[in-house]
């Protein structure tokens, strides 16, 4: 009995394979001619017949998307102005270009490849047009809280922004706090460490209260340098009118110059390395 077992299934081995070849042969004659196939072959995945759209398609996942945290500063815009929960800014490439959208609407256009004066331009376009369709929710007041001059003096940007949104939440949305709001958010970024992006609200954030700022008339040149060089374009940093402190400079009325050119404290020598030293030098 033990003898018959390998001829058995040898023999249930051909079997399989004899259906499998009729299978295969049955489902070739049923195919579509030669010249259809070409045809078909021809139009690419999902019916594409343009080759640039084709192009497109096997392209995409490796093309890099607009900066994030300008895609986070459209949706601020409207949060700071108070406005109701929008559809959340979107892109979509076509003709070579980014199209941008927020809330539904369409916010302009982009190239592939957009530099930071590219993205600033569109945010502060943005901030313009909001503005304007809220005209009550920034008010002409130039009243500043003395607590976060205080504090920005001090290069204190956490409590010097925490202290504008309390006066913010009670109702109080003056151009001066807006400005106070844009100084501290732009500090607050720049003394961020971030190595993994996880400071990038911060950073949009204050991309979002720049842009309000300025398209409210504020003069925030070294903020948008501070800004730029802080996200990684350093080139539109050093083109910046505002960029690095000069002795002239100093006596610039703008509130974001003057905290610019400030020096910075000085710190004391911890006094246990003080000591280390002075015992080694008498030693």
């Not at 939440?169 to 958010?185: I, N, S, T």
């Amino acid at each position: 009995m033990r003898s018959r077992l390998p001829l058995y299934g040898a023999l249930l081995v051909c079997l399989v394979l004899l259906v499998l070849a009729q299978r295969h042969f049955a489902t070739r004659s049923h195919t579509t001619p030669v010249s259809q196939s070409l045809v078909a072959d021809r139009t690419g995945p999902s019916g594409v017949t343009d080759l640039d759209s084709l192009r497109n398609r096997m392209t995409d996942p490796f093309r890099l998307r607009p900066d994030l945290r300008f895609m986070r500063a459209l949706d601020l815009v409207d949060a700071m102005l108070g406005a109701p929960d929008s559809v959340a800014a979107g892109w979509a490439f076509s003709d070579g270009r980014w199209r941008i959208t927020c809330d539904g609407r369409d916010v302009g256009t982009l190239s592939e490849m957009p530099d930071y004066a590219e993205l600033d331009s569109l945010l502060l376009e943005w901030a313009r047009v909001r503005l304007a369709e809220r005209r009550n929710a920034v008010g002409a007041s130039p009243a500043r809280s003395a607590k976060a001059d205080a504090s920005l003096q001090k290069l204190d940007a956490l409590w010097a922004v925490r202290d504008v949104d309390q006066h913010w939440r009670a109702g109080e949305h003056g151009v001066g706090l807006l400005g106070q709001a844009a100084d501290g958010l732009t500090w607050l970024a720049l003394e961020t460490v971030d190595r993994v992006g996880a400071g990038d609200p911060v950073t949009a954030r204050a991309f979002a209260a720049v842009a309000l700022g300025r398209a409210a008339g504020l003069d925030l040149d070294r903020d948008r340098a501070l800004l730029a060089k802080t996200m990684g374009y350093g080139a539109a940093a050093g083109r910046s009118p505002a960029r690095c402190p000069r002795a002239t400079r100093c006596d610039s009325s703008s509130r974001a110059t003057a905290m610019a050119c400030a020096p910075r404290p000085t710190l004391r020598r911890p006094r246990i390395a003080t000591n280390i030293s002075t015992s080694r030098t008498s030693g």
